[in-house]
């Protein structure tokens, strides 16, 4: 998909480039810091980030706004590579790590926050294995494009089950909404699909 090519390239200039870097992590500070609310992520929960790219702003910013460790997990062998040498520049990897793997299969025990990129191919599987597998009174976080730029996403055919509660954002992001899954949680039972 263009838009997933588009934003790649992004990540790998901010890997390269610390102003732009910056610059672009602003870009994704408001949107975290309505799901790190939504969510009431703090310093004793455990997040897996699906889908980081090679830059993961997300996993990077979650970790400064919560203390909460991350792991991070991508499909693309070349994304995660980028990934795991930037965290380790950045002198992360003690609190952020790296896995390639598929998001749909990935095993989701023990972490308590559970956070789907805007790029997630794929999407209906991958929630529905977390539904399935996550333990109780976890958290699923899937990010939601604009109506108007659905169609330039992968997993576009997701049709998002019943959620717990939401957060709307900026329209001048991508980014139309997060819903938030609790399983078996504060907000009531996660449905699966």
């Given at each position: ?10 990540e790998c200039l901010a890997c390269k480039k ?122 699923i976080l899937v990010r939601m494009p604009k ?18 509660s939401h957060v709307e954002h900026n329209p ?22």
């Open positions: 998909m263009l838009i997933t090519a588009l934003t790649e390239k992004i610390r102003l732009f870097y910056l610059l672009t992590a602003l870009y994704y500070k408001n949107i975290i810091e309505r799901e790190v609310r939504l969510a009431q992520i703090g310093p004793g929960d455990k997040i897996l980030c699906i889908g980081g790219g090679p830059c993961p702003f997300s996993a990077i910013i979650l970790h400064q706004l919560t203390g909460a460790p991350v792991t991070v997990v991508d499909h693309n062998a070349f994304c995660a590579r980028q990934a795991a040498a930037f965290i380790k520049g950045l002198g992360l990897e003690d609190s952020i790590r790296v896995l390639c793997c598929e998001g749909e299969a990935v095993n989701c025990r023990g972490f308590t926050v559970i956070h789907l990129a805007l790029q997630v191919s794929a999407k209906e599987k991958v929630v529905k294995n977390l539904l399935d597998r996550a333990e109780h009174g976890a958290k109506a108007f730029l659905s169609r330039f996403y992968p997993g576009r055919e997701f049709s998002a089950p019943a959620w717990d001048l992001t991508n980014v139309g909404s997060t819903v938030l899954y609790v399983k078996e949680g504060l907000y009531g039972a996660a449905q699966a699909l």
